[in-house]
């Protein structure tokens, strides 16, 4: 293992300097607060204010006894502003930090309370839908109605630019290879597992999702395409405070959501937690159609499929955990989470094979049973220490995840002649337990500067470690026999240690600049174990990367903003994705791994600009090489899909989002996209060049009326596209809904219904398969009605406490993909 041992060093002494520069500054400012009753005020805010224009310098709060300080303000003329809810704010008398001054004690601020008669006073805030920064884009979940029953992966469609496709994979305009963090630390799963394990949490338990497309340098490297991270709610207030939630939908089959918060906070300890739990029952009908190709291109023979499968999910969600508050100054937190998931899945798929006439020449049946079980337990220990008031902190995570997969699978094919005269029967038994070990630790020092500049550093390690078993079984006679041709065993495991320093700076009013790099050492290796057909393979392979980031912003005026970034990032193959030996789907369908799958690097380049905060344009190129992505190769009359490293993708984009205020009670969030996306490279040693032209479009209209009433009409398209190996014809969808708030604004009943004309059914071509036409359609249980009652409880008191600290194995946790 090689550790980046003279980039640590160089961050070290840096920090170490700097440190020792600061400290050479003792300067201090401090004081208290008090009401007219002369009791102390706790979670005041402070304002320190140059005398001369009241521009602001910094901001603080008192503590529990009404005092605050600043350490370090520059030498100056001063005032300070305190104000705190339901008094008058009161400006102390100007003063003077100098060189024969540097430590100034106020006298005590006293805050008169106002004289409103609040039991009068009514006050409504609805948050905008979107909110546009220069860095990132803000999804507020609680402000789309037709949210209500929806499941996290269902909200997160809604978001500008993001998308999920036929299999759940989940799309940042146009680009697969999207970073999920949750509350900051790690989604659990990647692909279809990942979408999964979204529909198993209720959009109820969502406050915030934020879009990153071109991320700084102090978050993982991976993901080309950007990061989201999913921001569940949180009681940020002092006192006993919950919310529940409970609903039912209704689509083909029944569904119910339910959710529970809980938030305590007293003195030096905060206790949260939170439970949701799920039942989806759902269907998949996919269609697929063949026709296989002799070597002159006339037709050899059709394949025609129809396969049903029933679904049944129920899923829970849990996570609890302690804030512990040592001093005004360092806080200690733990986070227990975990999922248990058990599903079930009962498939029913008929296969016609036809002569180049459409005449039938066999028929194959294939009912299969899936049972499973997802289980994930997550430990996360964290630290924050801030040094001072001027932003200076030290913050520390330990993660350990755990990730347990019981997948049981019972296959009966039977073969049949044209009139229905059975051939075989073939029964087929497969056991394929996988477990996943994460390990991590990370640490990050943010360091502030003079002048509105900033310096960050850090470092990360962790360690993964797989288990997969395919344990096949055929039935011979009366007893099960093992399958030495499908089972197998192969162990995966894996090092990255990454270290990143990064400079932000406001140069001028108008200009500011942000820079930085990373450098990540990965260590991986596999180990297939053989059987009495297959021998041993191994592999094993070490690199290193760096990952600059830069960013620059402008700002003219007011009303425009302007922001161009360069950021370079990896995307790593998935576990399962390594592991090479094949998966059985059904008689005619095999996913198999790829250990030879190589990392994919891109350059990304975006141009921005924000009008008046609601209207942004962004213009986007990327390129990325060795990129991999589904692959589908012919054997025969089964189709293998695996993971391939198939050349070069290029891609430009512009993308407009617009919220326009059509009326007081009538506010409308536009967002189009278009791209256009190349590949080229080489296939299965077949020239592959793909490209097209795609146009997104979704718009969301919020009514809100008085009363408490309020409704939402939204919709999306999508044009045709390209995904790699498959065509996509043209989707969309329409949804609509009502809501009422109940019981004094303390809760709120919202009825709506999605994909009202049933129009999200995937369905296109896949193309470059070798001497094969093939095509698919996919519909699901997407039309459905739900109904949902939420209520909040507590009397909340406001708190002064930061957002606490999450954990780091973001990107490993991504890459955990285990279902087939």
Do not use: C
């Not at 920064?133 to 978001?159: C, H, M, P, Q």
């Amino acid at each position: 293992m090689r550790t980046p041992t003279n980039l640590f060093i160089f961050i070290l002494l840096t920090i170490s300097l700097i440190s020792r520069a600061q400290n050479t500054n003792t300067s201090k400012l401090k004081g208290k607060v008090s009401a007219t009753n002369q009791s102390t005020l706790s979670a005041a805010t402070i304002t320190l204010l140059k005398a001369k224009d009241s521009t602001v310098v910094k901001m603080s709060v008192t503590d529990q006894q009404g005092q605050y300080s600043f350490d370090n303000p520059p030498k100056g003329n001063y005032l300070v502003a305190a104000s705190a809810v339901g008094y008058e704010k009161q400006y102390s008398a100007p003063f003077t930090i100098s060189a024969e001054t540097p430590v100034v004690e106020l006298t005590t601020i006293v805050l008169n309370p106002r004289n409103n008669d609040l039991k009068a006073v009514t006050i409504s805030a609805r948050k905008p839908m979107v909110e546009q920064k220069i860095d990132r884009t803000v999804v507020n979940v609680d402000a789309y109605i037709s949210n209500t029953g929806a499941n996290a992966l269902e909200a997160l469609e809604k978001s500008p630019g993001v998308q999920v496709d036929k299999d759940g994979n989940i799309s940042l305009k146009g680009k697969q290879n999207v970073i999920v963090l949750i509350d900051g630390r790690p989604a659990y799963l990647t692909g279809a597992d990942l979408a999964n394990m979204l529909k198993g949490m209720q959009a109820s338990q969502l406050e915030q999702i934020e879009i990153m497309t071109n991320p700084p340098a102090r978050y993982d490297a991976s993901g080309n395409a950007g990061i989201i991270n999913i921001k569940t709610k949180k009681n940020k207030v002092k006192g006993f405070n919950g919310n529940v939630s409970a609903g039912v939908g209704q689509g083909v089959y029944f569904k119910t959501n339910e959710s529970l918060s809980l938030n305590y906070r007293d003195g030096k300890v905060n206790l949260f937690s939170s439970y949701s739990y799920g039942r989806n029952n759902n269907f998949q009908e996919l269609e697929i159609y063949r026709r296989y190709f002799n070597d002159d291109k006339s037709t050899k023979a059709i394949f025609e499929q129809v396969a049903f499968m029933k679904r049944r999910n129920t899923s829970n969600n849990l996570k609890m955990g302690m804030d512990y508050f040592v001093n005004n100054k360092t806080t200690l937190g733990v986070v227990l989470s975990g999922v248990y998931n058990p599903e079930s899945s009962v498939n029913r798929n008929t296969s016609y094979l036809e002569n180049p006439d459409h005449a039938v020449d066999s028929i194959v049946t294939a009912s299969s049973g899936i049972d499973g079980t997802w289980k994930n337990a997550s430990v996360n220990l964290n630290m924050r220490h801030q040094f001072d008031t001027t932003g200076r902190e030290l913050t520390a995570d330990l993660d350990y995840i755990i990730y347990d997969n019981a997948n049981n699978q019972h296959f009966i094919n039977t073969s049949y002649d044209a009139d229905w005269t059975k051939r075989y029967e073939e029964n087929l038994m497969g056991i394929l337990p996988v477990t996943v070990n994460i390990y991590s630790a990370k640490m990050d020092y943010t360091h502030p500067l003079k002048n509105n500049g900033k310096i960050e550093a850090g470092w990360k390690t962790s360690f993964v470690e797989t288990v997969n078993k395919a344990n096949y079984y055929q039935v011979k006679g009366s007893e099960w026999l093992t399958d030495e041709e499908k089972t197998n065993f192969f162990n995966y495991n894996e090092n990255i240690n990454a270290a990143y320093v990064s400079f932000n700076k406001q140069l001028t009013k108008k200009w500011g600049l942000q820079s930085g790099l990373r450098y990540e050492n990965t260590n991986y290796k596999g180990h297939q174990y053989g059987n009495p057909k297959k021998g041993d393979s191994s592999f094993q392979r070490s690199y290193n990367s760096w990952f600059p980031t830069v960013y620059v912003s402008y700002n003219a005026d007011s009303n425009n903003q302007f922001g161009l970034s360069f950021g370079r990032r990896i995307d790593r193959p998935g576990y399962a994705s390594l592991n090479p030996f094949v998966f059985y789907i059904d008689k005619y369908t095999y996913e198999a791994g790829n250990p030879y799958l190589k990392p994919q690097y891109s350059n990304n380049v975006e141009l921005t600009h924000i009008f008046k905060g609601k209207l942004t344009t962004t213009l986007s190129y990327s390129v990325t090489k060795n990129v991999f992505s589904e692959t589908f190769q012919q054997a025969e009359f089964a189709t293998i899909v695996r993971r391939n490293n198939i050349g070069k993708r290029e891609y430009y984009g512009i993308s407009v989002n617009a919220q326009i205020p059509v009326a007081k009670w009538f506010t409308s969030m536009i967002y189009t996209n278009y791209r256009y996306t190349s590949y080229s490279g080489n296939l299965y040693g077949q020239d592959l060049k793909l490209a097209a032209g795609t146009i997104y479009f979704n718009i969301n209209n919020q009514f809100n009326f008085s009363k408490g009433w309020g409704a939402e009409v939204s919709g999306w398209y999508l044009s045709k596209g390209v995904e790699g190996q498959i065509e996509l014809a043209a989707m969309g969808q329409l949804a609509a809904g009502v809501s009422k708030t109940v019981l004094k604004g303390k809760g709120s009943v919202k009825l709506n219904v999605r994909d009202i004309l049933y129009t999200q059914v995937p369905h296109g071509n896949i193309v470059n398969i070798e001497d094969t036409e093939a095509r698919f359609r996919n519909s699901r249980d997407t039309r459905v009605a739900n109904i949902t009652f939420s209520y909040r409880f507590g009397k909340p008191i406001k708190s002064n406490n930061k957002e606490r600290k999450k954990g780091g194995a973001n990107d490993e946790q991504n890459r955990v993909n285990m279902g087939n």
